[in-house]
């Protein structure tokens, strides 16, 4: 890395395959392998997680911590990702050296000293960002991700002396994290901050309000998110804040690691197959039925696959209530997901009931979702809202054109199919403009009537596979606004 390459801390609580539970663990391990690429001094700092250690060889010590009042003891340490990026872990083995996930025990209950987990994290950030760090590399930009990095803008704000300039970027509004009120004071913030202009939210203190008012730039991962959440539908309480602070806010589009889903080389598939030979994809599906005990059924049926949390947000009802009808069509549905028990329990039950059409998989299964982004025909994804989502991407890439609701990161990925963007060699999927059971069957009709148009429908899937998904595009728009932060907060720490 050269002397003059701009320096950037990449602040997260999640990074594949380290540490994972959606899709920012993808992004920070993809995103600052793009940006390094493009000359970027970027370095990721991960609280020390049990799949941290398991997963790296050997940390050196890089320095020593003590935050807080009682003090806490932490150490950093720093070693290197797969990609090369170098990485810096806070291990405070209390606090972070736990079964369980990286907000969660075993059981599915936060952690209940998630403020504090993340706070240290945080507040570690903003140390490294300021005069009172112990290490001699500065950076100039701290990108925080998500509620739990999201208050190192606050400490930030408060920092004396030259300091880094920040950025929050939003992977999903709703998970804000807000806590007790008394966590202000034992996080070492002063009272002036928990204000309706500060921390406060609805009594509480809020990580990500944190972000969204101290930091310099806020982003989203899509454009169209960007615009959504500044309206009361889609603002999570935040939306007043967000249409103030619109000067600062832009959406980048998150890409995807076009390596790892890539259908002619992709390990987890029995056949692989490419653009100019797409019968062989057929192959798949065939595959696919037999790992589910679906019936070979003619061609005209078309499989529709669906892998997702199984939630409200994903519209994991809307599926429960439009599968029978789906079935009838006719067509297969196969999914695959896990969430909310009552949804788990309700598409478990309707496979029972139409066994050989609708095939269900409880469990997170990397091999199944590769199987089926390849073996099915189509691709369902009726989330009420979607910062970006990454499976419409995927399918896209596997020949397997999405039928999603028109938000967010959804509205930005797909073009929907008419005879019009079609015979202009843009359409690439089909969208529909309520999240209801009525208009997701509509499409799911429109769908079926171009699937039997064999031509057609084959343009629509070689339209999505040429699509250019790859990091670099959303590298260089980080890449921009780190290098616009930094000239305009001058010298460093
Ligand atoms: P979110 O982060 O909101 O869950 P995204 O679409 O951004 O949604 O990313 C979800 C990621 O997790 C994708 O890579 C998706 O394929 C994967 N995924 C979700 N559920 C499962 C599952 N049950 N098994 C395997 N992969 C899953």
């Not at 600052?32 to 970027?40: C, E, N, S, V, Y």
């Not at 500060?198 to 990500?208: A, N």
């Not at 944190?210 to 454009?223: E, H, N, Q, R, W």
Request: net charge neutral.
């Amino acid at each position: 890395m050269n002397g003059d390459a701009i320096r950037v801390l990449f602040v997260t609580p999640e990074c594949a395959p380290l540490a994972k539970t959606g899709g920012l663990g993808d992004v920070s391990a993809a995103l600052p392998a793009a940006l390094r690429q493009l000359g970027i001094d970027v370095r990721v700092l991960l609280p020390g997680y049990p799949g941290v250690f398991a997963a790296v060889n050997h940390a050196r010590e890089l320095a020593r911590l003590t935050l807080f009042e009682p003090p806490l003891a932490s150490r950093l340490l720093e070693t290197r990702l797969a990609t090369g990026v170098p990485l810096m872990i806070l291990d405070n083995p209390p606090l972070y050296r736990r079964d369980g996930g990286p907000y969660q025990n075993a059981s599915g209950e936060d952690w209940r000293d998630n403020g504090l987990r993340f706070g240290l994290l945080s507040k570690a950030a903003a140390v490294l960002g300021s005069t009172s760090s112990p290490l001699p590399w500065r950076p100039q930009v701290i990108h925080c991700h998500d509620w739990p990095a999201a208050l190192a803008c606050a400490y930030l704000h408060y920092a004396s002396g030259p300091r880094a300039a920040n950025i929050v970027t939003v992977h999903n509004l709703a998970f804000q994290g807000n806590f007790d009120p008394g966590m202000v004071a034992s996080l070492g913030l002063p009272p002036a901050s928990y204000a309706a202009d500060g921390l406060e939210f609805h009594g509480r203190m809020s990580f990500l309000k944190a972000g969204l008012v101290y930091a310099d730039a806020i982003t989203t991962v899509s454009p169209t998110y960007a615009h959504e959440i500044q309206s009361e539908a889609c603002g999570a309480g935040m939306h007043r804040l967000l249409q103030r602070r619109r000067s600062v806010l832009s959406g980048i589009l998150n890409g995807i690691d076009a390596a790892a889903w890539n259908p002619a080389t992709d390990p987890y598939l029995p056949h692989h197959y490419r653009s100019d030979a797409l019968e062989r994809k057929r192959l798949d599906k065939q595959a696919l039925q037999d790992r589910l005990q679906l019936a070979h059924d003619p061609d005209d049926v078309p499989l529709l696959g669906v892998v997702s949390r199984l939630t409200h947000q994903k519209g994991a009802d809307l599926l429960v209530q439009a599968a029978l009808e789906l079935a009838a069509l006719p067509a297969q549905l196969v999914i695959l997901g896990s969430g909310q028990r009552e949804h788990e329990d309700a598409l478990r039950a309707l496979a029972a009931h139409a066994p050989g059409r609708i095939a269900v998989t409880v469990g997170f299964d990397e091999a199944l979702a590769h199987l089926i982004e390849a073996g099915a025909d189509m691709f369902l994804m009726p989330s009420r809202f979607e910062p970006c989502g990454l499976n419409q991407m995927y399918s896209q890439r596997y020949g397997t054109p999405p039928i999603a609701h028109a938000t967010g990161g959804l509205t930005d990925t797909i073009v929907d199919y008419s005879p019009g963007t079609l015979a202009a060699g843009n359409a690439t999927g089909f969208l529909f403009d309520q999240p209801t059971v009525a208009a997701l069957l509509a499409a799911v009709r429109r769908a079926v009537a171009v699937y039997r148009e064999r031509d057609n429908w084959r343009m629509l899937q070689q339209n999505g596979m040429a699509r250019d998904f790859s990091w670099i595009a959303a590298a260089r728009q980080y890449a921009e606004l780190y290098l616009r932060l930094a000239a305009r907060r001058g010298s460093p720490p």
